[in-house]
Structure formats: C-alpha cells, structure tokens
C-alpha cells in the first residue's frame, strides 16, 4: 500500500458533513414508532417501498411539525425515505 492517509481517505464517506442535530431528531421520529408498532416493524411485510413513498409524499406536502411527534414533518420524510431505500435494497428473490 503506498500514499499517505490523506489520499487514503479521500474516497470514504465524509460523515462529518452530517447534521447531528437532524439524525438525532431522525432517532426521535423512529423512537416513536417503535414505542407505536413495534421494533423495526417497518421491515416487516405487507409494508414494502411504496408504502414508504406514499407516506413521505404525504410528509412532503406539509410543513411545520408533525401532529403526533411534534418533529418537523421533513424529519419524517427523510425517515421515510431510508425506509422507502431499505425495502428497495432488501426485496426478498421470490421463485417463479
């Protein structure tokens, strides 16, 4: 291996570009479902992408805080949006 760490680095993630303060409040929507539905219930079938997608549309097109959490509707979304990601990348291969 040669070159120094610097170069070494260049083509990680850059995590520090992250909001903490967004993914702590990411955390607090995802909290609360859990206390709701269960632990990662969002994995579970019948839920599947498009579930995902309707509901961060729905968050979409409003603003300010989410009635039940009290956390900015764009919180829900981008939770929404992992979920949405997840069940895209981890559809079971079914048999035909």
Known sequence: MSGTKD???ISKPAMRHLEGEFMLLM????KHGQDKYGAENWKQPPLNDQ???????RHA???GADDDTGIDHLVHE??????EWWHKNNKKQTLL
């Open 7 to 9: 170069a070494q680095t």
């Open 78 to 83: 981008a939770c929404n949006c992992m979920m």
């Open 61 to 63: 097109f409003k603003s």
């Open 27 to 30: 955390g607090e929507v995802l």
């Open 51 to 57: 579930d995902y997608k309707d509901a961060r549309l």
